[in-house]
């Protein structure tokens, strides 16, 4: 079964900085897709970022960018000129192309101080 | 904008009451999924529907079941509530997988389900 993996329970930084949090998967599928969804304290589950495996160039959304690495199965997310609307718990997920279920990992909470 | 909704925010329970949580979805999505969120566990998935009348296990589906009779809406069943399945439940859909398309899942805001 495929796996997401992501160390950092909790994550802070300062506003108008820039940060990155870490998603592992496992697969032996070569061709998936890879997602970062924001969820904000109370609010709505949404998505900020996607990426095909087969694209080579990294997938960029305004201020979020991720750093794919194929071979190395990793999924990071870069977060730009940090905004307080940024604090959220943020999940990487992964979806097989050959499938309906996604897989998430356990989460990582942003905390951005002012 | 694809629409998930959720019949409640908050919901209170008490212990052995039978519970009905309900998702509607207003983009013609042939995938549903509830999912349960725990602090610390992520998203864990209890089941899936891919198609009216048609159901998948997720990873914990025990003391759960669904109920998918029209294409817009999947309810989550709690036959028995106990309390340790006070958590929040979120309700997601997505267009059917496989093919050279993203087909991200769309969640509702989620069901936060007290079970005294």
């Known amino acids: 079964a495929q796996t997401v993996t992501q160390s950092q329970p909790e994550m802070s930084v300062q506003e108008a900085e820039t940060v990155t949090l870490s998603c592992t998967y496992d697969t032996s599928e070569s061709d998936y897709y890879l997602f970062w969804y924001k969820q904000p304290p109370s609010r709505q589950m949404i998505l900020v970022i996607r990426?095909?495996?087969?694209?080579?160039q990294n997938a960029t959304e305004n201020r979020f960018s991720v750093n794919f690495q194929k071979a190395a199965k990793s999924f990071s997310l870069k977060i730009s000129d940090s905004q307080l609307g940024d604090a959220a718990m943020y999940f990487c997920a992964y979806r097989a192309n050959t499938g309906n279920q996604f897989y998430f990992g356990t989460g990582t909470s942003l905390t951005v101080i002012p | 904008d694809v629409k998930v909704t959720q019949s409640s925010r908050y919901l209170v329970k008490r212990t052995g009451e039978k519970v009905f949580l309900e998702c509607v979805q207003d983009?013609?999505?042939?995938?549903m999924f509830w999912y349960r969120q725990d602090p610390g566990l992520g998203l864990r998935l209890i089941y899936f529907s891919y198609d009216v009348k048609m159901k998948e296990k997720g990873d914990i589906p025990e003391g759960y079941s669904v109920s998918r009779e029209k294409k817009e809406r999947f309810s989550l069943i709690l036959e028995s509530a106990s309390t340790n399945q006070t958590s929040m439940y979120l309700c997601?859909?997505?267009?059917w997988g496989g093919g050279s398309s993203y087909n991200e899942q769309f969640f509702g805001p989620g069901t936060r389900l007290t079970v005294l």
């Open positions: 983009m013609d999505h042939e995938n």
């Open positions: 990426q095909e495996a087969y694209k080579q």
């Open positions: 997601a859909s997505s267009l």
